[in-house]
């Protein structure tokens, strides 16, 4: 089950608060309930979009399983630095924000190509757990070079940055919860971070969780050194985006179950009931 559908459909909205003028966030609007109504400002009822998207977190049902908690942390963590990326423009990802600083275009590059060498690795032990072999405690610079991607040429185009941490992240979250159903996932103790003691492969999704904090982080004062502070209409959909993170999390807590876009619904008639 892919998330890809949810994805776009949740861009949709975020983008429809993005572009909202300041103009937009003026003035009340009317809040029913059954027969009761009520006036609030608009900027009340847009944080009140969250509120739907949470709710439909809620009713989804956690199943038993470490592996599907792990990738929770991840997505949570991928959607607060995709809505940073998302109002962005190329000239300003590639701009340096100060000497000796990177750009976001080389944070990202960063960030993306370290999780493409977990997603290697996780994808050279899962071949060996099928096999029934015991994993590897490293595996070769050949191995893992043979499977990279390559490309020498920095990303700039925010939509393409975030199209590939969609695709990295759900790639580490499926082989995660792969590795916990062929009995690798706490044992052995295979897997290594940063020299020789080797860790469980369940620890690596907390440190890809970590990692994309770290680097949302950095975007955030390389946009602040390059004096963009973020409109209202960007915190308000910084606010739907960890919801939407949580309702993701829930998704994959419930063994990815079908409908997840149809969940959207109630937070867009939100949206439609202000404008």
Known sequence: MSAMGFHSRADVLLRRILELSDQDLEG???????????????VHGLYMVSEHILAAADRLTPIAGEGTALAAHVVR?????RVLLMPLDADLVA??????????????????????FW???????????????????????????????????????????????DEVVAHGCR??????????????????????????????PRRWAAHLREH????????????????????????TAGALGELE???????????????LAPAEQQLDSLY
């Open 119 to 165: 997603n290697i690795l996780f994808d050279l032990w899962l071949e060996q757990a099928r096999r029934g072999e015991a994993l590897a405690f490293r595996h070769s610079g050949k191995d893992i070079a043979a499977q990279r991607s390559g490309g020498e040429e920095l990303v700039g185009d925010p939509v393409a940055l975030v199209s590939e941490l």
């Open 28 to 42: 009340d609007f009317w809040w029913k309930r059954g027969d009761q109504q009520d006036d609030y400002t608009r």
């Open 249 to 263: 999390a829930a998704w994959w807590r419930a063994g990815r179950p079908s409908d997840l876009e149809a969940s």
């Open 77 to 81: 963590a991928a959607w607060d630095l």
């Open 175 to 204: 082989a995660v919860v792969e590795a916990e159903a062929l009995g690798v996932l706490l044992e052995p103790e295979v897997g290594f971070n940063r020299g020789p003691v080797p860790v469980p492969l369940g620890y690596y």
């Open 95 to 116: 701009r340096e924000p100060r000497p000796e600083e990177w750009s976001i275009a080389q944070a990202m590059d960063h960030m993306l190509g370290s999780q493409e």
């Open 216 to 239: 949302t982080v950095q975007v955030e004062k390389s946009l602040a050194w390059l004096g963009r502070e973020p409109a209202e209409q960007q915190r308000i959909a910084r606010v």
